[in-house]
């Protein structure tokens, strides 16, 4: 079934680990997002992707880097956790412009 | 950068009553605006959206306005039921560096049965 895959789906680890946040699509979308989301809360734009070898910035992405080597894989990297970065991850993908978004199920992260 | 401004920020109704979000966007530029609704512990579902040439567009239940001069858009959610209970957040999309999609903070609605 066509959708959007992100594992894992809970991750507990400790300050100053680094760690990637796997997403893959299997739609064939051009655009893929990520988001930092506390429960309920504002979707805060972390890195944007429109297209293989495009990367762009958002509002959060000063601690972490992203790559698109792949149109369907769309990985984060935190080089070293911290507290701060406790959050759930929303990893999301689009069919073009003026698309809407598709979600995965997300990464509740803990870093302790 | 775009900015988008939604509010109210918590809204209670009686079941079968209206409810009515609304959000403002900074960025004239912007030409798409899709509302997504999140149940808890779920992703956020796309429930309806609408795009910078048209003013009004209805599915069922819901409603969604956009005043392209006074750079705002509402949803409209009529007859409500207990299911509509969510958080719902409104979002504006750039065309230009790679379609930037910027949310706005998200409105907890409650429908009391």
């Known amino acids: 079934e066509a959708d959007i895959y992100q594992t894992p789906r809970y991750l507990v680890i400790g300050t100053g680990k680094k760690i990637t946040l796997e997403c893959s699509q299997t739609?064939?979308?051009?655009?893929m997002y990520w988001y930092q989301q506390d429960p309920g809360m504002e979707l805060h734009l972390i890195h944007y992707?429109?297209?293989?070898?495009?990367?762009e910035k958002g509002d959060l992405s000063s601690e972490s880097t992203v790559s698109r080597i792949r149109t369907e894989h769309f990985p984060l990297t935190l080089e070293s956790a911290r507290p701060s970065h406790t959050s759930q991850y929303l990893c999301?993908?689009?069919?073009?412009?003026?698309?809407?978004?598709?979600f995965g199920n997300g990464t509740r992260l803990t870093v302790t | 950068g775009e900015n988008v401004e939604q509010h109210p920020s918590t809204l209670s109704v009686q079941e079968g009553d209206s409810a009515v979000i609304k959000c403002t966007y900074s960025?004239?530029?912007?030409?798409?605006f899709p509302w997504y609704k999140q149940e808890l512990g779920k992703r956020p579902q796309l429930i309806i959206d609408?795009?910078?040439?048209?003013g009004e567009k209805k599915d069922q239940r819901i409603a969604v306005t956009l005043n392209k001069t006074a750079k705002h858009f509402s949803l409209h959610i009529t007859e409500t039921q207990p299911e509509d209970s969510a958080v719902y957040f409104c979002?504006?999309?750039?065309?230009?560096?790679?379609?930037?999609?910027?949310f706005g903070a998200g409105t907890r609605l409650f429908v009391k049965a």
């Open positions: 999301a993908s689009a069919q073009g412009g003026g698309s809407p978004l598709h």
């Open positions: 739609m064939g979308h051009d655009k």
């Open positions: 992707s429109y297209g293989v070898n495009s990367t």
């Open positions: 960025d004239s530029a912007s030409n798409y």
């Open positions: 609408i795009r910078s040439n048209v």
């Open positions: 979002a504006a999309s750039l065309p230009t560096g790679g379609f930037k999609t910027i």
